[in-house]
């Protein structure tokens, strides 16, 4: 789909802004990367043979008698046992000496009535964002080839964590942040574009309401019906809407009484078109100005209320959590390293991203 003119012009400007076109890419790359955190950490293969049928754990539950062990639960695929049941093709002396039989499959010298070598596919970093790493030693971990950042305090792999909770953090602020910004645009172009004693009203309305404490309401709401990930994302978005509105009210209130606003009331124009049509445009420069301030305050929220104990169930992988973790346990820096580079790296490309943005829809703004 092509372009248009307009809309070229803006992308040109973005793309000639080096810093945030460079910023986009590095982003959506993590990002992207972060889509597929199951293929990249988990404690599940991604592929296993057995007797020369194909399963996908990574999607679909097993039970461990479907590789010829004993119990209807979960295979853990990590148990030497299992793993050799799945590489044996079920034999019985896995139940005896998996790790002996394992080593001879390995060399090529196996040999059993019954054996049919299998494999298993795993992701590049064997742990999922809550599995227990299997490591002598009293935790949190120091990096190491098996776990590259380390571990927390309850030896669960922290380059797992930041990769789950890279992706739920952008998942979240982006949930929040759409849903946040179109309320308050609506919001802000009625009271600009009707005025009078609507405008009043709502005002006084949304006076009231930004002075509700946030927080409060948060801990007594998750403390009758519980944590949970899209009661934060309703309550975020129910306390977050009204900081665009005072840039959009100001930019429909300026806009209302030019020219071409009154020429669209006099051909007898829809209130709806001349709003959202011909004066959000002209709104837009404005209203990406507050983007970068909305996008960052929601991931420090989140993180902020993590870190209080008051954001996403505890079972969830939360960059909050972590930094209460860096500050719980001085004795181990990679902790704070890692917390401190993860949000540095994301909010500082998300800045330059929306100001790139915010530059190419303005007209004035010019790149060489």
């Known amino acids: ?17 080096k810093r945030a076109y460079w910023s986009l890419i590095i982003f959506s790359v993590l990002f992207t990367l972060s889509l597929f955190a199951d293929f990249l950490a988990n404690e599940k293969p991604i592929l296993a043979s057995y007797r020369g049928e194909l399963y996908t754990p990574i999607f679909k539950f097993y039970p461990e008698t479907e590789f010829g062990g004993d119990f209807q ?8 046992e299992v793993e050799c049941l799945i590489r044996s093709g079920g034999i019985e002396d896995c139940f005896d000496d998996p790790e002996g039989i394992l080593e001879q499959i390995d060399a090529g010298t196996y040999q059993a009535d019954g054996f049919y070598e299998g494999w298993t596919l795993w992701p590049p970093i064997p742990y999922s964002y809550n599995t227990s790493v299997d490591r002598p030693g009293a935790a949190p971990l120091p990096p190491n080839s098996q776990n590259w950042l380390g571990t927390d305090d309850t030896k669960r792999d922290v380059l797992a964590r930041v990769i789950h909770g890279f992706r739920l953090s952008i998942l979240f602020t982006l ?24 405008d009043l009203i709502f005002q006084r309305a949304i006076e009231i309401w930004s002075a509700t404490p946030t927080l409060y309401v948060i801990i007594i709401m998750f403390a009758v019906l519980g944590r949970s990930f899209w009661l934060l994302v309703f309550l975020m978005v129910l ?29 007898g124009v829809g209130n ?53 973790q860096a500050k719980q346990n001085l004795q181990a820096p990679w902790l704070a390293f890692t917390a401190f580079f993860t949000f540095a790296i994301m909010l500082s490309l998300l800045v330059f991203i929306f100001e790139g943005v915010r530059d190419a829809f303005d007209p004035r703004k010019t790149f060489s």
Do not use: C
């Open 239 to 267: 306390f977050g809407w009204t900081a665009l509105v005072g840039v959009v009210r100001a930019e429909f209130l300026r806009a209302r009484n030019l020219e071409y606003v009154r020429a669209a009331k006099a051909l």
């Open 175 to 198: 949930i929040v942040t759409g849903a946040a910004t179109v309320l308050g645009i609506i919001a802000g172009a009625v009271q600009g574009y009707f005025g009078g004693w609507l």
């Open 73 to 80: 639960t979960e295979a853990p695929y990590r148990d030497p």
């Open 1 to 17: 789909m092509a372009l248009s003119p307009l809309n070229q012009r803006r992308w040109n400007n973005f793309r000639k802004n």
């Open 272 to 324: 709806m078109t001349i709003m959202f049509r011909h004066m959000l445009p002209n709104a837009m420069v404005a209203t990406l100005t507050m983007m970068p301030f909305i996008v960052t305050g929601t991931i420090s929220s989140l993180a902020g209320l993590d870190f209080l104990g008051f954001g996403l169930p505890s079972s969830a992988p939360s960059l909050g959590e972590m930094t209460l």
